[in-house]
Structure formats: structure tokens, C-alpha cells
């Protein structure tokens, strides 16, 4: 599970950030749902939030720990291939710095710290430790193309490395226990939920009727859902099938009396429908993984109506779930929900372009809950600034 993951000089963010998924000191509130005891020293919690205004910063956070992940499942395949580096744009120097990725996380009762930082061409360094008491021990480091701390007999391995390929990748296809347990983390456990979902979530036969219940249990008349194999054409001639998913919904006559079944592409419904499905497969999929997993989700839910999605939230924050669940949203509201203090991240950008992330247990005197209206008067800062006259006169000239 994840314990924090910080960014440095990625997109809106110069500097660092952190967002963290430590409970905070003290919060006692909803210990028994909302967190996950790790060791008796921690606690971690199932679900954060992060609100803000459009564009201050929210998306980049996620985004960050996807190009984590990126980089780490899909390596560079030549010397001449460029990494996918988006500094700070709106400064003179940034732009010929290293951005610096950085996460903490626990699998198989081993935490884990995996780092590295980088520019256009080539990996500045990389270093992966694994927690022993309260220090950590460095498994393997580099500073450039130099290796300064090297696993015991894989000395060749390193020396092969190009500068634009992370060692993890090397070292985890040359079997060496940390490295696959850190590759694994980030391609199997790490959730990013897409627009719309693959087929091949419905390959098990148990999720057909888990997705079914859960769709009625928010509110949907869905009586099933499949997959179907469709053909793909492209324009060259050639052509493949992919598997599609499809809602089974009951056909009525005017008596109201079942008399069949029809299916509809989750194309063609709406834009909640499709976030509900996405979501839906991602949790019923890791309540069976043989790992927690993390489930990060950019703005995937607010077409979901308050009441589902306040339901939501209540089954990511209980008992029953024993994944992690990331979210970006600009539904306020939900601040009024089932979340503690410590669950909630705001995001806001200054004049300058630069965002900052900080946390609602950060604040001084904050209650245990009420958060919702001292935020909508600004209090915390993270609202977008509004000017009905401006917005007005943008278009009519004449005001």
C-alpha cells in the first residue's frame, strides 16, 4: 500500500510536494474504517481526496505517480530515445533542472523506498532501500552512470545499463528479489483508472454478477453485464476484435411484465454509467488480488450523482475494502462525508504558475469535521477566484 509519494519540478509543481496516506498524529476518527494498521508505529489510510480549484494542480499529483509507473513498467528501448520529462515551464531555470519522483510503500511486510530524478536524456540517479527498524538500508544507488552501491554479484548487470534506462528495470529482469518486488508494486498493484475500462476485467465469471449487484446497489436498473467480441477495422484493410463490455438491461411489455433482455454498448451510456462501471471493476478486481492495491482516479467520478458517490466513499472508507482509493474531485460537497481530517489535500496555484499541495490536518485549529463551509468561504484557500462581472463583460463589450 502506499504510505506517501512526493514530485519535484513536474508540470505546475517547481517544487516539492508530498502527498501523504500516514494517518496524521492524534486524528482518532473513524480509526477502525478509515485506516489500515501496517505496524504498531503505522497506520495508513484507505482514501484521500484532493480538491481545488480547475487547473491548480490537482491532476499533476496523479499524473506524477502514473509517470512513475510509466517509467518503470515501460523502459526506454535505445541510446537514442528521449524520457518523458515535463519540468516547470513558467521560469528560466526549470526547464534545465532534473525532475524528482520519489515513493514509500509497503508489500509483503517489507516498506520500500524507491527514488530517482532525471532529465530529457538521461536518469540523474536512482536509489531503492528497504526499511530495517527506524533506518532504511540502500539495496542499490546510482549517480548518473555511476553505481555506488551495488547487489551483491550483479555488478555486470549495472554495467550495462544505458543512461537512459532505470536500473530497477535491469535489475528486476536479472531476478533480483527487491527489484521485482518494487516492479510488481508499480504494474500490478498501482491502479490508474482509464476512461473506459478493458473487456478482459470481465475474463473471471464471478465479477459478472459482483458488477451486476453493485450498479443496482447505486441505483441502476442494470440486470447484467457481459462482453462481446468486437471486430476493429482500419482504414489499410486490416483488422482485429477486441473484447467489449455491454449493460443487459430487461425489456418490458405494457403491463409491465418481462419479456427479454437487451444489450447496450457502455459506449452509448452516460458519462456516470461509464465512471460507475470503471470504478466498479477496479474495486471488485482488487478485493480478489492477492496484493492491496492503489487505486488513483483524476476527476473519473464527478459525473457520478452525490448520492452514489457519496455511497462511495462510505465503501472506501469501511471495513470490507482493504484497498487504497486516490481521487481528484471539484464536488466540495463530498468534504462533508465520511473523511477525517487527514483525508482531505488541497491544491492551489499562486500568480506565479507554481502549485502547491497541502493537507487539512496542516492547518491550525481545524475541527474534527465541518470542513465543508469554512472552505467554500475560503478559508483554506484552494477556491477558484470568480468575478460575475468580468465574466459578464467577457461577453458583452458594452458592460
Known amino acids: 500500500m502506499l504510505i506517501d509519494f512526493t514530485l519535484g519540478n513536474f508540470r505546475s509543481f517547481k517544487d516539492s510536494a508530498t502527498l501523504s496516506m500516514e494517518t496524521g498524529g492524534g486524528v482518532q476518527q473513524w480509526a477502525h474504517e478509515n485506516t489500515v494498521p501496517i505496524t504498531p508505529e503505522l497506520s495508513l489510510l484507505k482514501s484521500a481526496a484532493i480538491f481545488g480549484a480547475n487547473g491548480a494542480g490537482k491532476s499533476a499529483v496523479l499524473a506524477g505517480l502514473e509517470r512513475m509507473r510509466q517509467m518503470v513498467v515501460g523502459p526506454t528501448e535505445q541510446i537514442t530515445d528521449n524520457l518523458p520529462y515535463e519540468p516547470f515551464q513558467f521560469d528560466r531555470e526549470s526547464a534545465s533542472k532534473r525532475t524528482t519522483f520519489m515513493v514509500n510503500f509497503t508489500r509483503d511486510d517489507q516498506q520500500y523506498r524507491y527514488a530517482f530524478s532525471y532529465t530529457a536524456t538521461q536518469?540523474?540517479?536512482?536509489?531503492l532501500s528497504v526499511a530495517t527498524g527506524d533506518d532504511y538500508e540502500v539495496l542499490f544507488a546510482r549517480e548518473k552512470e555511476m553505481m555506488t552501491v551495488v547487489p551483491e554479484g550483479l555488478l555486470p548487470v549495472t554495467q550495462r545499463v544505458r543512461p537512459n534506462a532505470l536500473m530497477l528495470y535491469a535489475l528486476q529482469d536479472w531476478n533480483y528479489r527487491s527489484a521485482i518486488d518494487v516492479f510488481e508494486w508499480f504494474n500490478n498493484d498501482l491502479i490508474i483508472l482509464s476512461e473506459h475500462p478493458s473487456g478482459h476485467a470481465l475474463d473471471s465469471e464471478w465479477v459478472h454478477s459482483q458488477m451486476a449487484q453493485f450498479l443496482r446497489a447505486v441505483g441502476s436498473e442494470v440486470a447484467g453485464i457481459t462482453q462481446r467480441k468486437v471486430a476493429v477495422q482500419f482504414l489499410d484493410g486490416s483488422a482485429f476484435t477486441r473484447p467489449d463490455l455491454y449493460l443487459v438491461y430487461e425489456k418490458y411489455d405494457e403491463e409491465g411484465?418481462?419479456?427479454?433482455?437487451?444489450?447496450?454498448?457502455l459506449t452509448s451510456t452516460s458519462m456516470g454509467m461509464q465512471q460507475l462501471v470503471v470504478l466498479g471493476l477496479a474495486l471488485i478486481t482488487a478485493q480478489h488480488a492477492e496484493q492491496p492495491q492503489t487505486i488513483l482516479t483524476d476527476s473519473r467520478l464527478d459525473a457520478i450523482h452525490p448520492a452514489a458517490l457519496a455511497a462511495l466513499l462510505a465503501l472506501?472508507?469501511?471495513?470490507?475494502?482493504?484497498?487504497?482509493?486516490?481521487?481528484?474531485?471539484?464536488?466540495?460537497?463530498?468534504m462533508s462525508q465520511h473523511l477525517r481530517v487527514d483525508q482531505i489535500y488541497l491544491a492551489e496555484k499562486d500568480y506565479r504558475g507554481e502549485s502547491q499541495l497541502v493537507s487539512l490536518f496542516d492547518f491550525i485549529d481545524v475541527p474534527a469535521e465541518g470542513w465543508l463551509q469554512d472552505y467554500l468561504s475560503g478559508r483554506f484557500g484552494a477556491m477558484p477566484t470568480?468575478?460575475?462581472?468580468?465574466?459578464?463583460?467577457?461577453?458583452?463589450?458594452?458592460?
Open 123 to 127: 536518469i540523474v540517479n536512482e536509489v
Open 386 to 399: 470568480v468575478d460575475p462581472g468580468d465574466l459578464m463583460a467577457a461577453f458583452d463589450p458594452n458592460l
Open 316 to 334: 472506501f472508507n469501511s471495513v470490507a475494502n482493504t484497498s487504497q482509493v486516490i481521487l481528484t474531485t471539484n464536488q466540495p460537497v463530498l
Open 257 to 265: 411484465a418481462v419479456i427479454g433482455r437487451e444489450e447496450l454498448p
